[in-house]
């Protein structure tokens, strides 16, 4: 299945669908560890965008972290602009039960509060546990279930889909 | 186990039988990965200092509670912001006004404590042992962190100590560390000692008089020197300790100028270390005894960072421990 995905020709819908919403002057950019940044990367080179891009670490964030703890590689929040009035997109690599989007909004509200949010993601794969959907996609897989869809990298990216392993949920 | 036969080496409760981290008591028999794990999510806690909302929510409706039957301005006060700033309520108790004063035991104020529903302590003792005391008591019921225990460790300011010192000095697997001034009554050194040794400080070095470093140190493959200008040569990191002017009472110096004379840092004596060595002092200082002021207040001194550091290593640290409290490492 992985084979029909060719991830570069979805980062060039995603740059065409994004290039309206854009002003290269204004507009910042914020990935969300680790896959969420590799696209952004892509994305924010293939847009031009003047302010440098953001990069986000939602563990301190997640909503399991009573259940589940700590991740064991947690990196730093590294948000170089000033949050406060900008027209923010936020990336990530799959948008599935939305509980990523809700930590990552939480957190940049922590830094400042923002004109806007727009939310584009590589794969929207359904499965929405909260009110957050994608306002760019360039797949959207509702109605997939089972399984795991992960973006390897940083170079090349590639999207694979593995099968469900008991017990584990993205 | 009574705290008065307490000695080092009588077991580690740290872990739990899963050989998670459940408990920070000390820096020995610490595993390198949780110690590097802790300096690693340390350096994310340091960037939300600089952020508008200089808070996260992870440990929100967590309540931990700062035990505390020793002063100390510093331990606390960080102890406490750090939990703060992870959205946890606090409560600070002070022994004085605390009801041990009346006789109440440490376990009966402890469980007391727990029967608010309390998550976790932060203790500090004038005994050796007693959060060793406290984490055996409750097993997996809640965490407990040893903010310095008499004279036998200190963890936390240890790894705030290595994290300063990976982080201004560089990789520690290529620094020669010195620790100057009374080894003996240090818990901050002990500490260190452990922190050093196992994140592969190539070369730790303590420097004193003989009344004030114990023999034994040898044994742990540290470098004993009694003079300050042979000590000092090659060095890339110097940690100063408090002199426990308190401590001071069975006569093991002659004088505070004495020892100011022979073993404290003047901006001379640093030259006989590395150019740009870097000077730690866990605070509070006696100035003009162990350091003087033109050195506490030089450009080599990173006193005030090491404050800094102290909040992010407490943050990750309670992070670390509330997590594992939650069940595990493993994540989808």
């Known amino acids: 299945m992985n084979a029909d995905w060719d991830v570069s020709s979805l980062l060039e819908g995603m740059v065409r669908d994004l290039r309206p919403r854009v002003d290269p002057e204004q507009t910042a950019m914020i990935g969300i560890f680790t896959g969420g940044v590799w696209v952004a990367q892509a994305l924010h080179h293939a847009l031009g965008l003047n302010t440098a891009l953001g990069r986000l ?22 948000i170089p602009f000033d949050v406060n009035g900008r027209s923010i997109i936020l990336v990530d690599d799959v948008l599935y039960t939305g509980r990523t989007i809700r930590a990552a909004l939480n957190e940049i509200f922590d830094y400042g509060r923002p004109a806007s949010v727009l939310l584009a993601v590589l794969v929207d794969r359904g499965g929405h546990e909260l009110p957050v959907s994608a306002d760019i996609a360039a797949l959207r897989l509702n109605g997939a279930t089972g399984g795991q869809i992960k973006l390897r990298g940083p170079d090349p990216l590639r999207l694979e889909w593995l099968a469900a392993a008991p017990g584990s949920v993205a | 186990m009574s705290l008065q036969t307490f000695r080092l080496g009588d077991g580690n409760p740290q872990y739990d039988t899963q050989g998670r981290l459940r408990h920070l008591l000390s820096t020995e028999g610490l595993r390198e990965r949780d110690l590097l794990q802790i300096l690693d999510t340390a350096e994310s806690f340091l960037s939300i200092a600089q952020r508008s909302v200089k808070k996260t929510p992870t440990l929100r409706g967590k309540t931990i509670v700062n035990l505390f039957f020793e002063n100390s301005t510093r331990t606390r006060s960080t102890f406490e912001l750090a939990a703060k700033r992870l959205s946890a309520d606090v409560l600070n108790i002070a022994a004085s006004t605390s009801s041990t004063s009346k006789g109440e035991s ?47 460790a200190h963890p936390t300011q240890a790894l705030l100590d290595v994290f300063t ?84 009472e069975s006569h093991r110096l002659p004088s505070l100028d004495e020892f100011h004379r022979r073993f404290g840092l003047t901006p001379e004596r640093l030259q006989w270390a590395q150019p740009h060595a870097l000077v730690l002092h866990p605070g509070p200082m006696n100035r003009g005894v162990e350091i003087a002021s033109e050195v506490a207040d030089g450009n080599q001194a990173v006193i005030l960072q090491q404050v800094s550091h102290g909040l992010a290593v407490r943050m990750a640290v309670l992070t670390l421990l509330a997590g594992a409290a939650g069940g595990g490492e493993s994540h989808a």
């Open chain 1, 57 to 78: 670490d939602i563990s301190f964030y997640r909503d399991d972290f009573s259940q589940i703890g700590l991740h064991p590689q947690v990196r730093a929040s590294d």
């Open chain 2, 106 to 152: 440490l376990i009966d104020t402890v469980d007391n404590l727990m029967a608010m529903q309390v998550d976790g302590f932060v203790i500090r003792h004038p005994e050796a042992g007693a959060a060793h005391l406290i984490a055996r008591h409750l097993g997996d019921s809640a965490l407990v962190i040893n903010a310095g225990d008499g004279q036998h």
């Open chain 2, 165 to 248: 010192i990976r982080r201004l000095a560089g990789p520690i697997e290529g620094r020669v560390v010195a620790i100057v001034g009374d080894i003996l009554h240090s818990r901050v050194a002990r500490s260190q000692i452990h922190a050093l040794s196992i994140l592969g400080c190539p070369e730790i070095r303590v420097i004193g008089p003989r009344t004030l470093v114990p023999k034994e140190l040898a044994s742990l493959g540290v470098h004993v020197y009694h003079d300050l200008q042979a000590g000092l040569r090659g060095v890339d990191v110097i940690c100063a300790l408090r002199l426990q002017k308190e401590r001071m």
